[in-house]
């Protein structure tokens, strides 16, 4: 069994069927990427999203529509005169609280529209550009579908490589994940860190992630309730 907290969860009601979003609030800078996936990191809040829209029992059960990190602290500026932090003050600190993360594509956009009336990009990764196109971190149903089934196979993996008594240390390092042993949990019973060997992985691209869970999963993939 897998238990959780989240901290935040939204609801959109949109022609007779009901969206779900969750939010987690980070203390500090939170970036986001879809190869994590692939290598079974950052899966919590999709796992909560997943868990949450097909929960039957739930009042939040409906379609998945995204997943967003947002930055909950105030930050410090410098600046080197008082006029220049007038005029630059408010614009930094609008832009800190922009959040990361994946919102559903819907044919109209009025699912992103709802989460950020005027899509300036200003709060969600997601803006319109001059001429109507929607653009920024958005993934179709099916691709949250195929992104659901790969996580249901991690864990399904993660599970039974603990059942078994597999649990090496084996931090990852790319350009996301530079510092894994300094924030462990763990780091102060583990006896040999400087023999530890990092595991490193490609940086894929988000368009590399799709068209590789494509393969894998097919072009009409629907989201995977197999999984407790």
């Known amino acids: 069994q897998i238990r959780g907290s ?3 969860v939204d609801t959109l009601e949109k022609d007779g069927e009901k969206y779900v979003r969750v939010i987690d609030y980070k203390s500090g800078k939170k970036l986001f990427s879809l190869s994590d996936i692939m290598y079974g990191l950052n899966l919590q809040m999709f796992v909560y999203l997943f868990s949450i829209s ?19 602290s105030r ?46 990009g200003k709060y969600i990764p997601v803006k319109v550009k001059k001429g109507g196109e929607i653009t920024g971190q958005l993934a179709t149903l099916e691709e949250l579908g195929r992104i659901h089934k790969k996580i249901n196979s991690l864990i399904a993996e993660m599970g039974m490589e603990l059942h078994s008594g597999n649990i090496q240390r084996s931090p990852v390092k790319n350009k996301n994940h530079k510092s894994t042993c300094e924030f462990c949990d ?5 006896s040999s860190v400087g023999n ?18 494509r393969k894998e999963y097919g072009d009409n993939a629907e989201l995977d309730s197999t999984a407790e």
């Open 6 to 8: 989240v901290d935040r």
């Open 54 to 72: 097909q929960d039957k029992s739930s009042k939040y059960n409906g379609i998945p529509a995204g997943v967003l990190y947002m930055h909950s």
């Open 75 to 120: 930050n410090m500026f410098s600046f080197d005169s008082k006029k220049q932090a007038l005029s630059n003050i408010s614009a930094q600190e609008s832009d800190s609280f922009k959040m990361k993360g994946i919102v559903i594509s819907d044919r109209d956009g009025e699912i992103a529209e709802a989460m950020e009336h005027g899509l300036e």
């Open 186 to 190: 763990y780091s102060d019973v583990c």
């Open 196 to 213: 530890i060997e990092e595991r490193i992985i490609p940086d894929l691209t988000d368009s590399q992630v799709r068209e590789i869970l």
